[in-house]
């Protein structure tokens, strides 16, 4: 069974630039989620989806946030303008099942560096 | 607010036995999740407790009680590939996911 794919693995960006991370998750799974972890920290999550709908996004800031999950398979997380505060891993899951036995499945993360 | 209590680091010795606790303020939850993430490396999953009680997975051991807003997660016959840190996480009602800050296993030859 193929794992979580994430693209690219690693990102370097001035600040006030653009970038956008994807995910592919484990092939018939419903649910995706999006974390950042700054290092040293544990993973926040910035936003989670059942399906294509949004099951929970408070913690995403929608001022530069974005993600979608158009055909509720893939999904990209975009970051526009980025701020230095931004440098961290992000880190794509995905589950059988929104409520199930707390099985998430991560993908390698994409390391963003902003300077 | 809701929040996860972990110790941030703790020392073992190989071969020993360690238990790593975690404290919860949350109104209610599905249940108790545990990762384990080596540096560099994504978190793996290694147990849930969807109730009160005790689950076993092989060395790693968990367990939950609501009524104390207490769990922890057991490592018994502790290996050097078992420093790592290690993260407990609930999903509460409201479907929001919380992790806790991790706690940093350092293991002893």
């Known amino acids: 069974e193929a794992g979580v794919a994430q693209s690219p693995r690693y990102k370097i960006i001035e600040k006030r630039q653009s970038v956008a991370f994807w995910c592919n998750p484990i092939?018939?799974?419903?649910?995706l989620y999006w974390y950042q972890q700054i290092l040293g920290q544990g993973p926040k999550l910035l936003i989670q989806f059942q399906n294509n709908g949004v099951v929970d996004d408070s913690q995403l800031p929608k001022d530069r946030f974005s993600a979608e999950r158009l055909k509720g398979v893939d999904s990209t997380l975009k970051i526009q303008p980025a701020k230095l505060e931004d440098s961290a891993v992000y880190l794509c899951?995905?589950?059988?099942?929104?409520?199930?036995?707390?099985?998430?499945?991560f993908g390698p993360g994409t390391r963003l560096t902003v300077t | 607010g809701q929040s996860l209590e972990q110790p941030s680091e703790v020392t073992a010795v190989e071969g020993a036995i360690v238990q790593i606790n975690c404290t919860y303020q949350t109104s209610g939850f599905y249940g108790l999740s545990w990762y384990q993430q080596h540096d560099g490396g994504a978190p793996t999953f290694l147990s849930y407790n969807g109730l009160d009680g005790l689950e076993e997975t092989g060395r790693f051991s968990s367990f939950l009680s609501r009524s104390d807003s207490y769990g922890y997660l057991l490592l018994q016959e502790l290996q050097m590939k078992d420093s790592a840190s290690y993260y407990c996480?609930?999903?509460?009602?409201?479907?929001?996911?919380?992790f806790g800050k991790g706690t940093r296993l350092h293991i002893l030859p």
């Open positions: 899951a995905s589950s059988l099942e929104l409520r199930g036995l707390g099985e998430q499945y």
């Open positions: 092939s018939g799974h419903a649910t």
């Open positions: 996480a609930v999903r509460s009602r409201d479907d929001k996911i919380i």
